[in-house]
């Protein structure tokens, strides 16, 4: 089993950064790829990001590619996601996941999820 937690979350204007961290522990990390997933109000829960187990391979969303950074450090048990230039439309609570299934981008093929944080981008 694997605990996830996110932190990282907050406030922002336009145009601004924000980085979240997922914080995981119990079986080893790098047996698990990882995913970013975020859900805003009244919406599905869609896809961000994924990475696979060493961190050589990553998977965008079109809308975020060439924004947003996703990356782990299997030391630290710790995987990351770097959001720049961003905009109100990024405005949701962002999930890390764990999943079995390289570049897995549907949420039914991630297996342990955190608690979420929000993320608010103010226009």
Same mark, same amino acid.
């Given at each position: 089993?694997?605990?996830?937690?996110?932190?990282?979350?907050?406030?922002?204007? !336009?145009?601004?950064?924000?980085?979240?961290?997922? !914080?995981?522990?119990?079986?080893?990390?790098?047996?698990? !790829?990882?995913?970013?997933?975020?859900?805003?109000?009244?919406?599905?829960?869609?896809?961000? !990001?994924?990475?696979?187990?060493?961190?050589?391979? +990553?998977?965008?969303?079109?809308? *975020?590619?060439?924004?947003?950074?996703?990356?782990?450090?299997?030391?630290?048990?710790?995987?990351?996601?770097?959001?720049?230039?961003?905009?109100?439309?990024? =405005?949701?609570?962002?999930?890390?996941?764990?999943? =079995?299934?390289?570049?897995? +981008?549907?949420? +039914?093929?991630?297996?342990?999820?955190?608690?979420? +944080?929000? *993320?608010? *981008?103010?226009?």
């Amino acid at each position: 089993q694997v605990q996830l937690v996110e932190s990282g979350g907050g406030l922002v204007q !336009a145009g601004g950064s924000l980085r979240l961290s997922c !914080a995981a522990s119990g079986r080893t990390f790098s047996s698990y !790829a990882m995913g970013w997933f975020r859900q805003a109000p009244g919406k599905e829960r869609e896809f961000v !990001a994924a990475i696979n187990r060493s961190g050589s391979t +990553t998977y965008y969303k079109d809308g *975020v590619k060439g924004r947003f950074t996703i990356s782990r450090d299997n030391a630290k048990s710790t995987l990351y996601l770097q959001m720049n230039s961003l905009k109100p439309e990024d =405005t949701a609570v962002y999930y890390c996941a764990s999943t =079995t299934r390289v570049g897995a +981008t549907a949420v +039914t093929g991630y297996n342990y999820w955190g608690q979420g +944080t929000q *993320v608010t *981008v103010s226009s």
